[in-house]
Every structure is written in structure tokens, then in C-alpha cells.
């Protein structure tokens, strides 16, 4: 498997609270992307990143925001969480050659 | 910007039969194009991709694609699937510059009927 990873995989949380979603590689991969896998949707891409403390905004990046203080993480955090946020959060990396994306195992957020 | 359009949202299909799944994208810029499987509660797992040359891509488990610039398409094929086929398999498009971001269809679901 390629080196990547999300945590936590699950999680329950209520309407108003702030959500931090988790995503590590370990492949020293300069470009991040979090997307949102929801029924006849596909994934959507929220936001991504070039590299440390580069980001920027993707096609559904409303109440989320991004951080990436350093190479291997790359933070999603849902400001305020909404009944609408309820989804799977992929976080994938790809190398500089652009040429294959590796995907972590995802986090399914409920949001009651 | 670039869009991809997966033209059947569920393809029901019975065991050793062949199947065919359909993707068209568009695009300004020259692209990659990929396939990629997600079985139940799983994450996403690439099949195959085209990056250039032979229009023809074979990939795992038997799996081949074929890229068709004039139509714009990339419809991946299999001759004779089997149970564990059952997924869900996505078309997805990038730039070919380093950084560009992949773009996916909303996806087709492939039931295999025994």
C-alpha cells in the first residue's frame, strides 16, 4: 500500500461543532487533495494543496478550510459542521509527474 | 476546466457476460485518464490509466480501456466479469502538469447477477 493514511476512519459529531479530519503520507508527496465521496456525485474535490503552507480551494470548499504545516499532513477542518457535511472524506496524494493518485481509506463523518 | 460524464449510473450485468462502462470527458488541455474500482466500504483502487501512446490500456483483473481523442472517451471493457466485480467504478481526468487535479464522474455501480 502506498503510504497514506486518515484518521479517524469513523466519526459521530453534532451539528455546530468544530470536525478535524487527518491525513498522513509517508512518500514525501508534494501535492495533497481532500475530496467528498457522496451517492451520484463521484468525489468532489474540497481543497488541496502544492506543498507546505500552499492551499487552495477546490469546487465545494464552503465551511471547510485546510492546513498543512509541514509535508506529510494535511489537516481538513469543518469550521461549524452541518447536517450537509455528512459524507466519506477521501484524502489522496500525487507525485510531481501527476501521474497516479493514491488514495487513503477514507473517513465516513456523520453529522447529527 | 475539465468535466467527466459516466453515462450510466448502474450497470446490472450477469456472471460471465461482458461489460462495458462509458466515459466521456472534455478538456482545454492535454490529459491522463484514469479508472478507478471502490469495493463496499472500501477505499479507491486504480484499475488503469493512460498517459500516452497506445490508445489501447490494459489493466488488473482483466480489465482494458481504450482512449478515443476525436470522441472524447475512455470506455472501460471487461469480456466475461465475475461475481467480485460487483463495485463501484469511477472515470477521472487530469492535466498532465505536475499538480493538476483529477476530476471524476459521478461514478457507475456494477451489479453481477450469478
Known amino acids: 500500500d502506498a503510504g497514506i493514511t486518515q484518521s479517524p476512519r469513523h466519526k459521530v459529531t453534532e451539528t455546530g461543532t468544530p470536525v478535524t479530519l487527518r491525513c498522513h503520507q509517508t512518500?514525501?508527496?508534494?501535492?495533497m487533495y481532500w475530496y467528498r465521496q457522496d451517492p451520484g456525485h463521484g468525489l468532489r474535490l474540497i481543497h488541496y494543496?502544492?506543498?507546505?503552507?500552499?492551499?487552495d480551494k477546490g469546487e465545494v470548499s464552503d465551511g471547510y478550510s485546510v492546513s498543512r504545516s509541514k509535508t506529510e499532513d494535511f489537516l481538513l477542518t469543518l469550521e461549524s459542521a452541518t447536517s450537509s457535511q455528512t459524507s466519506v472524506y477521501f484524502c489522496?496524494?500525487?507525485?510531481?509527474?501527476?501521474?497516479?493518485?493514491?488514495f487513503g481509506q477514507g473517513t465516513r463523518l456523520t453529522v447529527v | 476546466a475539465q468535466s467527466v460524464t459516466q453515462l450510466d449510473s448502474q450497470v446490472p450485468v450477469f456472471e460471465e457476460a461482458p461489460v462495458e462502462l462509458r466515459c466521456n470527458y472534455s478538456?482545454?488541455?492535454?490529459?491522463?485518464l484514469f479508472w478507478y474500482v471502490q469495493y463496499p466500504n472500501q477505499g479507491l483502487q486504480l484499475l488503469l490509466k493512460?498517459?500516452?501512446?497506445?490508445?489501447l490500456v490494459k489493466g488488473i483483473n482483466g480489465f482494458e480501456a481504450e482512449f478515443n481523442k476525436s470522441q472524447t472517451s475512455f470506455h472501460l471493457r471487461k469480456p466475461s466479469v465475475h461475481i467480485s466485480d460487483t463495485a463501484e467504478y469511477f472515470c477521472?481526468?487530469?492535466?498532465?502538469?505536475?499538480?493538476?487535479?483529477?476530476?471524476f464522474g459521478g461514478g457507475t455501480r456494477v451489479l453481477v447477477k450469478p
Open positions: 477521472a481526468v487530469s492535466g498532465t502538469a505536475a499538480g493538476n487535479k483529477l476530476t
Open positions: 478538456s482545454s488541455v492535454s490529459v491522463y
Open positions: 489522496a496524494m500525487t507525485d510531481r509527474l501527476n501521474t497516479e493518485a493514491f
Open positions: 512518500e514525501n508527496h508534494r501535492y
Open positions: 494543496s502544492y506543498g507546505v503552507k500552499d492551499t
Open positions: 493512460y498517459l500516452s501512446g497506445s490508445t
